[in-house]
């Protein structure tokens, strides 16, 4: 899965804590460093799996960076 963006690992760790939504995946938002927040990312460990009914599949399926996500809250 090394195609497939991934939130920093500290954004991962804190969101495997959260409470599964389906199969394995955390549903959650997920704040950015400037402020904004992107609601409705479903993670897989770190890996960003879909973003509301939009599968991800590379950084380019993405309208933030990876590098701006500063951590996760979860939806569930």
Same mark, same amino acid.
């Given at each position: 899965?090394? @195609? +497939?963006? &991934?939130v $920093? =690992? !500290?954004?991962?760790? /804190?969101?495997q804590?959260? $409470?599964?939504? !389906? +199969?394995?995946? =955390?549903?959650?938002? *997920? *704040? *950015?460093?400037?402020?904004?927040?992107? $609601?409705?990312?479903s993670l897989?460990?770190? #890996?960003?799996? /879909? #973003?509301?009914t939009? *599968?991800? &599949?590379s950084?380019? @399926?993405? @309208?933030? %960076?990876? %590098?701006?996500?500063?951590?996760?809250? !979860?939806?569930?």
């Amino acid at each position: 899965m090394s @195609d +497939y963006p &991934q939130v $920093p =690992q !500290s954004v991962g760790d /804190k969101a495997q804590s959260f $409470p599964e939504s !389906s +199969y394995g995946a =955390q549903r959650v938002t *997920l *704040l *950015l460093a400037d402020g904004r927040r992107v $609601p409705n990312v479903s993670l897989a460990g770190d #890996v960003i799996v /879909k #973003v509301g009914t939009r *599968l991800v &599949q590379s950084p380019a @399926d993405l @309208d933030f %960076s990876v %590098s701006d996500v500063v951590d996760a809250f !979860s939806e569930v």
